[in-house]
């Protein structure tokens, strides 16, 4: 077996221990609750105990918590989720279609950003001290510390209320009732919907890949082997063309982490703008106290980050030679 | 005599390079005009968190703010019985954004430090001992990645009630792993150095070598990532708040944005929006320029020219 092997091995064996921790430690924090939904159904004295020992025994709640975490572990892992309490639907139904609309609002944009930012930032870096780099920094240091909530705020005030340009709120306009994801998304009015949350969320994300590429470029500006470069006498850009190239393994690191928090860091977004993706979804779950919802969002959001670190140090140990293989290789 | 003023007149050079160092550091921001910049703006949020339920001219939730004829003022725009206008309840806005500022300096403040000071020790500690505690500490940290934060901290302030001093343990609990990460690297190559290797040989315990030889080395990077932990204290706290899980005895900037987003008066009010939205949008980013000012001076990689 190979040094990579080996290394591939044991990160694997260790995402997979992450998991299942993750997963005990979302199964204890949510018996933790007080109170469930079915005390609503019971106080309001329309169910007879009867029938609440049946409710109970549907979900598994009249077993020990041990049969109940083991049936947890299996069914999680199986991408079995049961049925939403509130909604009395299988958990994926509500899901899936929210998980969708996370994705393609999120997806889009992180790849939007890493690509212009990146771009901008190996710019910016080249010409240090410049006008263009300063303010560059200051403006998406400013998108980037501000809490995404608050750009939004500020962009729906400007672009929506004031000059009235796109819609405030949600994903279609109320009186469309598209028929599967084609026709949901494939529309005019869905781009409408779409193009301020998806710029929001550009914006957001601009700050680290542009400093990440900026400082890159710093970097490898005074070294060898560009100055061999310009030796060869290729132009400005040409040699850009080069450091950048040299700097694109942080940054390519960096989004595939940035992608498996995706979810988790714009959930405010996503309240904001009303967009029905799984981040809303959480809270107003949450808010219900529906707990097969809220188990199996937070178990996609976390194993979304597990695969997203697996993936992102794997990456890194397989391009960068330098990078010890035998433990810790994460930057 | 003279054993009794050595010491003495050690503790004058020392404080005497303390404040040196506290001269140089002002001298070093005001070179950078957006740092300096970010400073006035964190120095007038320490005062507004100090001293502004103090200056408000209203208590923020119990006073009722009335016109002439008596009735409550709802909503009403900037005038002079309510200089940033009245909230959809008829509260003060002034009142509101000025006793607003302290939670966030708290939260901000504590979470920051907690984050700083945690991640530190378990950073210098990993890197430094190496091994199996390095592989036991540095697997915790990958857990709180893979725990997603928002999340969690939603469900954990859902059972137990929410006051200030919870969710600074909270955000501190669920961000020490970024300065963890940056110091124990930081560590890696610190502890391989001449000096380190020279004080354990003659005789350092592994707890003088590492208060007195690796931690000094690395005590910049521990605070540019507190500085930058105040700034994610301060937007996660927002961040709650807006969603509706903040302290709920007390006023804070999030708080007043969900209470104007909840009752859907964001389309008017702006009076009630932008004070808050305003205060948030600058500390955090005035903590940010800050940092990134220190971070040029401490990251020897991008001082190449220039």
Known sequence: MSKFQRFLLKRLAISVLLTLIAVSVIFVVLRLLPGSPFEALVTSGNLNQEQIDEIRAMYGLDQSIWVQYVNYLGSLLTFQFGYSILRSQPVWDVLEPRLINSLILLVPALVTTAILSSLLGMYAGWNRGSRLEKFSIVSTTLLRSTPVFITAIFFIIVFAYNLEIVPALGMRSIRATPDGYIETFASLDFLHHYILPFTVAVLYYSGDFLLLARNGVVEKRGSEFLKLHRAKGLTEMEQLARAGRNSMLPILTYFTLRLGMIFQGLILLEVVFSWPGIGRELVLAIQQQDYPLVQAAVFIMALAVILANLLADVLYAYFDPTVSTSGGGSA | ?306
């Open chain 2, 1 to 306: 005599m003279s054993t009794e003023t050595k010491p003495k007149a050690e503790l004058y050079k020392r404080v005497d390079a303390l404040w040196t160092t506290v001269r140089d550091q002002f001298a070093f921001l005001r070179r950078d005009p957006m740092a300096f910049a970010g400073m006035l703006v964190v120095g007038a949020f320490v005062f507004l968190g100090l001293f502004g339920p103090y200056l408000a001219p209203h208590d923020p939730i119990e006073h009722t703010v009335r016109g002439d004829g008596g009735s409550v003022l709802r909503l009403a725009a900037p005038s002079v019985d309510a200089f940033f206008g009245t909230t959809a309840y008829g509260k003060d806005v002034l009142s509101q954004f000025l006793a607003g500022a302290r939670p966030t300096l708290i939260v901000g403040l504590f979470g920051g430090l907690g984050t700083g000071a945690l991640g530190f020790t378990v950073g210098v500690v990993s890197g430094y001992y190496g091994g199996w505690v390095d592989e036991l500490l540095m697997r915790l940290t990958d857990l709180t990645f893979s725990l997603p934060f928002m999340p969690m901290a939603l469900l954990l302030l859902t059972f137990m009630t929410p006051n200030i001093w919870l969710i600074t343990a909270i955000i501190a609990a669920f961000l020490w792993k970024m300065p963890a990460r940056v110091v124990r690297s930081e560590v890696l190559s610190v502890r391989e150095r001449t000096f380190v290797k020279s004080a354990r040989a003659s005789g350092a315990s592994d707890l003088r070598t590492m208060l007195y030889h690796v931690a000094p080395n690395v005590l910049p990077i521990g605070f540019l990532y507190t500085a930058y932990g105040v700034a994610w204290a301060i937007a996660a706290q927002a961040s709650l708040a807006f969603l509706g899980f903040g302290d709920p005895t007390m006023t804070s900037w999030g708080r007043m944005l969900r209470q104007v987003f909840a009752s859907g008066n964001m389309r008017v009010a702006w009076w009630w929006v932008l004070p808050p939205a305003i205060g948030i949008a600058a500390i955090t980013t005035s903590v940010f320029l800050i940092g990134r000012a220190y971070e040029e001076v401490i990251n020897p990689e991008i001082q190449t020219d220039q």
